[in-house]
């Protein structure tokens, strides 16, 4: 499992059915591989102004994301993520995307979500996310399923 390192563009006719892709999940025999898969992402993460990066974006078609969360100040890498729980409450916002860096779109997605996940080691976590971070959260697993955020909003 490597990433490539760039962004896929929704732009690029090639990249657009890599981003439109529903992926796989990590098996288990791969787990070892995340901790390296988690330094490459960082990096791209880090060298961007964005909230968080889906392995998709990044040429990997694994069910992986990275987030950047606003609360907590800290990264969550997560393999396997799978929302377990989410609020009918919802929440307005203005997402932007590294795959389609011109465009802006209004979403309206649960304000909170619980999210199980296998984390870098293996350990399966359970992260209850609200605001923004529920946000981000949503958006990245929607890329794991092929689906961009222009499909969820204006
Ligand atoms: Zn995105």
Redesign the pocket.
């Known amino acids: 499992m490597k990433i490539q390192d760039r962004v896929l563009q929704a732009s690029d006719d090639t990249d657009f059915i890599t981003l439109r892709t529903i992926c796989p999940i990590v098996e288990d025999n791969e787990m070892d591989l995340l901790p390296a898969i988690k330094d490459d992402m960082l990096k791209i993460l880090e060298s961007s102004n964005a909230r968080g990066l ?1 392995a998709p ?1 990044v040429g990997l078609l694994k069910r992986i994301l990275i987030l950047k969360t606003n609360m907590m100040q800290n990264i969550l890498f997560m393999a396997n993520p799978n929302i377990v729980k989410s609020s009918s409450m919802c929440l307005y916002y203005k997402e932007g ?3 389609l860096p011109d465009i802006r779109v209004t979403t309206n997605r649960s304000r909170q979500v619980t999210v199980e996940y296998f984390d870098e080691n293996g350990t399966v976590q359970v992260k209850r996310l609200g605001g923004i971070d529920a946000v981000c959260v949503q ?2 697993i929607d ?1 794991l399923n092929g689906i961009l ?1 222009t499909a969820r909003g204006r």
């Open positions: 889906a974006q995307c590294l795959s958006h990245e890329h955020m």
